[in-house]
Structure formats: C-alpha cells, structure tokens
C-alpha cells in the first residue's frame, strides 16, 4: 500500500514555463515532506522540503505548497529550465523522523527548449 | 568534497554467492540509510541506522543485513542473493531525522 502517491509518471513543459509536480499521501502521521531531484547515473539530490506546521516554503525558482486537510502537496518550478529535467521524488516522515522516510515512485520531467 | 561513496557501482554475481556493498560518508552524519530502487516502485527503504551500533529495519529488509560499527561506515549484506534482488541501490546519510538526506551514486546489483 502506496503511503506517498505520485499519479503523474511524467510531465512535459514547455522552458519558461511552471512546471507542477504533485504528490499525495494516505498517512496522516506524516509531518515532513521533501523533494529530491534525481539524474540519470546519479543518487537524489535534495531539492525542498516543508514542516506540516506550514503550507508554503519558498526556495529560489522552487516552491512546495503543502494543503494538509487534502494530504496533498505540490511542487512547482518556475521558470522552468532544461537543467530542470528529471526524475523528482516527494518523500515523507513521521514524527521522531529517525530517518524512516517514506518516498513515493518519482515523476519524469522533461523541459522542452 | 562532504559525499556518501559506495563500492562497488556495478556488480552482476550468482544466485547464493555472498556480497558486501560497502558505503562510506565524510559528513559525520549520525544517520545513514541504504534505499533500493525499482521501476514502478521508487525508492524503497531497506534498512537505516541512528547511530554506531543502532540500525533498524526499513520497509523491505527480507534479504538483507547491515552493520554500523564505524560512523562513516555502512555496509548493505546479501547472505544468499536472489534474482528478485536485481536492483539499483542507493546509501544515505544525513544529520538527524528532519533534515535533508545525502544520497551515494548508486551501485547497480544484478543476480543471475
């Protein structure tokens, strides 16, 4: 049973555009989230990440919008850029954390000169 | 350079011949974690640790060990390997439980 959901396999955007990611999750426990980047050949990178106790985090071109009444977050990028293109994973923890992280199956980006 | 190294990258062995990946940070970090990633499946935890000498099981452990008695070291163990452990793995680390993870490159096991 998929704790972390991401529905979309892969999105395609146009560069300059917003490129939005979504993730959704079934446990409510949850009360960290956080994006990872991944390329090809490579491990994850860390990207963003957001505490339950907010619904906005801001970082540069990124931002995760968490809405915790849906269980639902997203990422959006803007502008998009074709460096941005790859694998995005939104992953999850419990409180107490201890590194027991949940992560959902990643969504391909593609970002289209 | 702050990285998480793991050895070997590729390796394809025989069903039951016992292999080590070996995975090493310079970070310090107190947590370390060993993922499996499969198509359709993303990232599956198999074990992680909290400190020397501390380690649990992650969401699929069946096949596996690990030991931590160094910080910096965290060795993932197939006894036995089987074909359903063909898969790519990734190590981690990182400084607590709420923070951003450190992933190694990967070490692509196939199991013939």
């Known amino acids: 049973d998929q704790q972390v959901k991401q529905n979309s396999p892969s999105l395609s955007v146009q560069e300059g555009r917003i490129s939005i990611l979504n993730c959704d999750y079934t446990?409510?426990?949850?009360?960290?989230f956080l994006w990872y980047k991944k390329y090809p050949a490579e491990g994850p990178t860390f990207l963003i990440s957001?505490?339950?106790?907010?619904d906005k985090n801001e970082d540069g071109r990124f931002t995760v919008f968490l809405n915790k009444s849906a269980k639902h977050l997203s990422l959006h990028i803007v502008p998009s850029q074709p460096g941005d293109s790859a694998v995005y994973f939104c992953?999850?923890?419990?409180?107490?954390?201890?590194?027991?992280?949940?992560f959902g199956i990643g969504t391909k980006l593609q970002v289209i000169p | 350079e702050a990285q998480v190294t793991q050895n070997p990258r590729y390796l394809i062995t025989v069903t039951g011949k016992k292999l080590t990946v070996t995975c090493s940070q310079n970070?310090?970090?107190?947590?370390m974690s060993w993922y499996r990633q499969d198509p359709g499946l993303g990232l599956r935890q198999i074990y992680y640790?909290?400190?020397?000498?501390?380690?649990d099981k992650g969401d699929v452990p069946e096949g596996y060990k690990v030991s931590r008695k160094e910080k910096r070291n965290f060795p993932l163990i197939l006894e036995s390997p089987s074909p359903n452990q063909t898969s790519l793995y990734f190590c981690?680390?990182?400084?607590?439980?709420?923070?951003?993870?450190?992933f190694g490159q990967g070490t692509r096991l196939t199991v013939v």
């Open positions: 992953a999850a923890s419990v409180p107490g954390g201890y590194q027991k992280v949940t």
């Open positions: 981690a680390s990182s400084t607590g439980g709420y923070t951003e993870a450190f």
């Open positions: 970070m310090n970090h107190e947590y």
């Open positions: 446990n409510s426990m949850f009360d960290y």
């Open positions: 640790s909290m400190n020397v000498e501390v380690t």
């Open positions: 957001i505490s339950s106790i907010k």
